[in-house]
């Protein structure tokens, strides 16, 4: 009986050598440890066995009944593995095929370049000032110390708006600056206690116009941030500060300013403001065209006329004021060499940024 | 301005090399935008302007450097004719080491061809073998280097040079003819090598609109001595008392007029150096007469008029002329030397004799009176006019010169009887008369120079620096001031040469920023703000809008910034048929550089509009939005209204192309509205109603009004096909939505509640009912939130559907139901009950029926 048994297990583990799928792997439990296989047959025959037989015999059909189990068990997991394995090595994605594209919206490079700008100051107390573009001569240029027919005028030739009646000297005109906010906001702030009025630090953005022939570096519109600083004890050396922490904050750490002496007529003294490239770092490239500096900003100490005329007695106030371009900054930042990419909005040219 | 060096060095001596002035300069408001080397060494790293690496240069750089060696003076011993060409001549001339014969064509030596040895020989600039100058027979300026050669069978290395061979102007007419005290063999460059500063000239420094003035910023910076121009003059002739009188008849325009007289003059070229500068300071050479007033124009910054005495004369029919200012009469005429009948406005002042008017005061002479080749006595005319009176002629004239140039800046009056002096005594010079003795001055309103008084202390508080008041008074003096100091007080008077300080604190303001300059704007140390900082304010505003920006970006818009000037009609085309848009409507501009930019945009769509057009041609999709302002015109005297306005703009395929196919289809009306109500939820606006309206722009059936507690928010929608056809853009349909965003801004809440997370499980179901297609499902959606009660929490729309089997006219909305409490899990009895309360709202309200599933 026990030679039968052996024969059983080594007929059955041959067999199970070739079942190669799930059908046959079912089929091989079914003929080897199933209800009427041989070695359940042993089993039912235990019975007939001599008592002295009978334990032996039924150890050793137990030990072949789990070591063909785990067999079994094991030629599955064999067979599993491969599948997966074949599986596997079938299901293959070229990786260098584009990923599904996603329309995502962009800010124009406007807005960008305002944020960076308001950002920066704001991180100094600059707060947000906005005031209309449709202004009068009185807030665009007279409050502002040009008087008609002063020569600074011709730098900022302007649109005027047809009122449709006689205004005098005070026509209605698109706002040529940023400027005449100043005068709002002083004078909105003097409000508040005229003997002593509070001290200002404002950034004033927004759009202006000029009249101008539209060129790759001149607009008929064009964005302006001003910025105003006013109290009992505002310096040059203030204005020289903040503007190098600016230049510091957006172009690098060891970025140089230069103030150049220059004229307009609502600051005195006045400056033009180079920062070093920061391209070449002030060795000459041609973002800089060889200078190593770019010309940034133009401000200067607010001019007493327009203290007083913004509620602020020059004897005892003074401030500092500064402006640029962000359509200019964005220009030399990204290299962009026509301004009238701004307002024309190809989508070639937005959906870079 | 442009500053020949070799001029500026008369007063003023210069220790800086001429890049370092010119940086000096630009730091103290005196830009140098250019230097034009004619002559001199140039920088190591401008040699060759055509190869290699750029060097750093802060100052632009052009010009030629004449190489002392190749380039010398030279005289011409004889001028003989050429064998074989008729207008050319050859030259034998001297170089200093040897004879050469060189081959010309210069007009100006012809009158000397063929009369043998010249008595007096020409003095010339000499280009050897190998010199390189720039070509005279192309135009600009191209540099050639001199090769051997033959011409016309006679053998040619060498060259006689014009002022455009050598850099110095554009004139190539003839050869340069030099002074003949110019030294034989000497190199030119040593001779008259020249470097010219154009500066830039700012409104408050027209005072250095002069050789003068730029010296006199040179010695202040540097330190140095200015040594001005003698204003002696000679006068050997009669007093002139007398010969000519003057009648100013309004003072505030014309503060001083002065008269000199010189007779016997003999017209003729100017020396060559006298021309050479004047060229090179961008001014043509007339005679030794005109360019005498020109020169000192250039020199002092005077503007100066020459008579010719004689006519003068003659219109006062022999007797001595009186000279008279006065205000033109309206629509009176003049011809003026560029032979323009000019009509005068009634404000325009003009200089007169007896017979009539002679010029337009400070602008330009008239032609009768001018100085000309028989002219023998000269009557010269030093004047000071209101410069805002000048620029208002010079701008309604829409004429310039250089002597208006620099009257519509501001002339000081003492310069007038200076400039005369100075200039009577270079006509002696140049021409030979004798000069009378005396002047005739009027000066019937000679201004008050400023006294400024003030404290080192504001010098602290303006500048941020310390000074001693020994030693601002130091920097004023540079300058010219005359300073008292009292302690820390110091008084500074104003030099007559200029009219730019004002009085009191302005004064005060002026004189700091003749501080900084001196003093250096870099020596002034950079400073962080000490003040007090104001009160920190939210701009609620400007922080909506932006975040407006940033949720629209989000929702996969690209934001775009249009042009605000545009015209009607351009918006017109917003509107389906022929429209015309009612002007004043629109804030207009009284003067448009462009008809289709002629007013004030009313309406963002129209904008977006055309930059879909301008991008048919690229995309297959658009996304587009633009927050800004429309102009409104107010009635009266109020200024218009700039509102803030939101549009959108979508259009094309729903997915990007992608390369697996199968597309989306088009974007359509759910796609906005989609965005829409995004918008709306991430600024937790609630309440929004979206009515079923009619617009011109869209299309009837596919258009909502957007309300909030009724008041109007915007439109969307379809645009109208016809409406459509207007534009060049692509034939899929596009789908647009306006709002007022300052209506936005206004009702956007303050604050939100968060409601917390259940802690119960929801029981969904769906709900599908039939009804008449007409019924609008937000109506639908309402009565189902009405009957389900608090407990009904969530009623989503999954499915809308017509067909069979639903019966036409029907159809069917299949709607997802969340029930829920708070505090536990609902049964089932509770949900059959509410769910009962639901479909019997909808078929009292609407006849809806139960969809069997």
């Known amino acids: 009986m026990l030679a039968r048994i052996a024969q059983i ?23 080897h440890l199933g209800r009427s296989s041989p070695l359940m047959k042993v089993f039912e025959s235990m019975h007939a066995l001599s008592k002295d037989e009978r334990p032996s015999v039924g150890r050793r059909a137990n030990e072949v009944k789990s070591a063909l189990e785990s067999a079994f068990a094991a030629r599955r997991e064999a067979l599993q593995q491969a599948a997966l394995r074949r599986s596997l090595q079938r299901e293959r994605l070229d990786v260098t095929l584009p990923g599904r594209p996603l329309a995502h919206g962009r800010l124009h490079p406007v807005t960008r370049t305002l944020r960076q700008i308001i950002r920066i100051f704001a991180s100094m107390g600059f707060q947000v000032y906005q005031s209309r573009e449709v202004e009068t001569d009185e807030f665009n240029f007279q409050l502002l110390n040009f008087p008609p027919h002063h020569p600074a005028r011709e730098m900022q030739d302007s649109y005027y708006v047809d009122t449709g009646e006689a205004r005098g000297d005070n026509p209605v005109l698109l706002r040529t600056h940023t400027s005449p906010g100043q005068i709002h906001a002083m004078r909105e702030f003097a409000a508040q206690n005229p003997m002593h009025p509070p001290p200002v630090r404002i950034v004033l953005p927004g759009m202006c116009y000029r009249y101008e022939q539209v060129s790759a570096r001149y607009e008929v519109q064009f964005t302006q941030v001003e910025g105003l600083a006013i109290g009992e004890n505002v310096t040059f050396g203030d204005l020289k500060g903040t503007i190098a922490d600016f230049a510091r904050c957006l172009f690098g750490e060891s970025v140089r300013t230069r103030f150049r002496a220059s004229h307009f007529p609502f600051t005195e003294p006045s400056a033009e403001v180079d920062f070093e490239c920061f391209l070449c770092r002030g060795e000459g490239c041609g973002v800089c065209k060889y200078t190593g500096w770019l010309e940034i900003m133009g401000c200067g ?13 020059p004897r005892r106030y003074s401030g500092f004021a500064f402006g640029m371009g962000p359509e200019r900054l964005a220009m030399l930042v990204y290299g962009i060499q026509d301004i009238r990419y701004f307002w024309t909005n190809d989508l070639r040219f937005l959906e870079q940024f | 301005m442009k500053v020949p060096v070799s001029w500026l060095k008369e007063y003023v001596e210069i220790t800086l090399t001429i890049e370092e002035l010119a940086r000096r300069l630009t730091l103290a408001g005196l830009e140098v935008e250019e230097l034009r080397y004619v002559g001199l060494p140039m ?9 290699g690496a750029h060097a750093r240069q802060e100052t632009k750089i052009s010009g030629l450097e004449w190489a002392r060696d190749k380039i010398v003076v030279a005289a011409v011993l004889e001028v003989m004719p050429h064998p074989n060409a008729d207008r050319l001549v050859l030259c034998r001339l ?84 030099l002074d003949d005290d110019a030294p034989l063999g000497m190199p030119l460059a040593d001779y008259m090598g020249d470097v010219v ?16 003035g730029v ?54 070229p100017s020396p060559y150096w006298v021309q050479r500068r004047l060229r090179l300071a961008g001014m043509r050479p007339i005679n030794n007469i005109v360019d005498a007033t020109n020169y000192v124009m250039l020199e002092v910054g005077e503007p100066l008029h020459a008579f010719d005495y004689d006519a003068l004369q003659k219109r006062a029919n022999g007797h001595p002329p009186t000279i008279i200012t006065r205000t033109a009469k309206r629509n009176e005429r003049l011809i003026t030397l560029d032979n323009v009948t000019r009509v005068l406005d009634d404000f325009t002042v003009l200089v007169c004799d007896t017979a009539g008017p002679l010029s337009i005061a400070g602008v330009m002479g008239g032609a009768e009176t001018e100085v000309h080749a028989g002219t023998r006595n000269v009557l010269l005319e030093g004047a000071a006019w209101n410069f805002i009176n000048i620029r208002r002629t010079i701008a309604a004239q829409n004429m310039s010169s250089e002597a208006a140039y620099r009257f519509s800046r501001g002339v000081h009056p003492a310069m007038a009887a200076r400039g005369v002096a100075r200039c009577l005594e270079l006509m002696r010079q140049w021409s030979g008369g004798k000069v009378a003795q005396g002047l005739v001055d009027a000066y019937p309103l000679p201004p008050e120079d400023p006294i400024v008084e003030f404290h080192t202390t504001d010098v602290r508080r303006w500048l941020g620096i310390d000074l001693r008041a020994d030693e601002v008074a130091e920097i004023l003096q540079r300058l010219e001031f005359k300073v008292e100091v009292e302690g820390d007080l110091l008084r500074a008077k104003t030099p007559d040469h200029r009219l730019d300080i004002g009085t009191g604190v302005i004064g005060m303001a002026d004189l700091m920023e003749e501080i900084a300059r001196i003093y250096g704007y870099e020596r002034i140390p950079e400073t962080r703000l000490a003040d007090e900082l104001p009160p920190q304010r939210v701009n609620l505003r400007h922080e909506v809008e932006e975040h407006l920006r940033d949720l629209l970006v989000d929702l996969g818009l690209q934001e775009v910034m249009t042009y605000r000037l545009t015209a009607p009609e351009r918006e017109a085309r917003l509107l389906p048929g022929e429209v015309e848009m009612d002007e004043a409507e629109y804030v207009r501009l009284a003067n448009p550089i462009a008809i289709d930019r002629r007013v004030m945009r009313r309406n963002l769509l129209a904008a977006l509009l055309e930059v879909a057009e301008r991008n048919a041609r690229q995309e297959t999709r658009l996304a587009l939005f633009e927050i800004g302002p429309v102009y409104v015109p107010s009635k009266g005297f109020e200024l218009p209204q700039e509102p803030l306005r939101l549009a959108i703009l979508m ?120 009804l008449d297609a007409q019924v609008e499902a937000g109506r639908v959606a309402e009565v189902i939130r009405q009957a389900g009660g608090r407990l009904l929490v969530g009623v989503q729309l999954f499915d809308v559907y017509q067909g069979e089997p639903i019966e036409s006219g029907k159809k069917s909305l299949a709607y997802r139901l969340t029930y829920q409490a708070e505090d536990r899990t609902l049964t089932d009895e509770e949900v059959a009950k509410i769910r009962q309360r639901i479909v019997q709202r909808a078929e009292q309200e609407f006849g809806a029926k139960l969809r069997a599933v």
Request: charged share 20%; aromatic share 8%; glycine share 8%.
């Open chain 1, 9 to 31: 297990e080594q007929e059955a583990l041959n067999a199970l050598e070739n079942a190669e799928t799930e059908e046959q792997l079912e089929r091989w439990r079914i003929a």
């Open chain 2, 215 to 268: 010296a006199r910023e040179v010695a202040a910076l540097c330190g140095t001595p200015l040594h001005p121009p003698s204003y002696d003059f000679l006068a050997e002739g009669a007093p002139i008392e007398g010969r000519a009188f003057i009648q100013i008849q309004n003072a505030e325009l014309n503060p001083r007029f002065v008269l000199g007289l010189i007779e016997g003059v003999q017209i003729a």
């Open chain 2, 197 to 212: 500063l154009d500066i830039a000239i700012t409104p408050n420094i027209a005072r250095a609109a002069s050789i003068l």
């Open chain 1, 301 to 313: 100490m607010v001019h007493p006329v327009v203290l007083s005329n913004g509620g602020y007695d």
């Open chain 2, 651 to 770: 259009g094309g395929g729903r997915v990007l192309p992608f390369w697996q196919g199968a597309t989306d289809g088009h974007l359509d009306f759910y796609d906005l509205k989609g965005v829409v109500e995004a918008l709306f939820r991430s600024l937790h606006i609630e309440g929004i109603a979206y009515q079923a309206a009619e617009h011109p722009t869209y299309h009837p059936g596919m258009c909502a009004r957007l309300l909030i507690d009724a008041r109007e928010l915007g439109w969307m929608g379809v645009l109208h096909p016809s409406v459509q056809a207007k534009w060049d853009v692509p034939d899929f349909p596009l789908l647009a939505a306006e709002l007022d965003a300052e209506l936005l801004l206004e009702v956007i809440p303050p604050r939100f509640n968060l409601v917390p997370i259940p802690a119960y499980p929801p029981v969904r179901e769906d709900l599908a009912l039939i």
């Open chain 2, 94 to 177: 001297d170089d200093g080491s040897q004879e050469h014969v060189v081959l010309t064509g210069a007009p100006n030596l012809f009158p000397y061809k063929g009369i043998g040895k010249l008595e007096q020989p020409l003095k010339v600039p000499y280009a050897r073998e190998g010199a390189r100058i720039f070509d005279g027979h192309q135009p600009g300026q191209v540099l050639t280097t001199l090769k051997r050669a033959k011409i016309r069978g006679v053998e040619s290395y060498s060259m006689i040079c014009s002022e455009k061979e050598l850099g110095i102007s554009e004139d190539h007419e003839g050869i340069i003819i």
């Open chain 2, 43 to 51: 920088p190591a790293s401008r040699l060759e302007p055509t190869g």
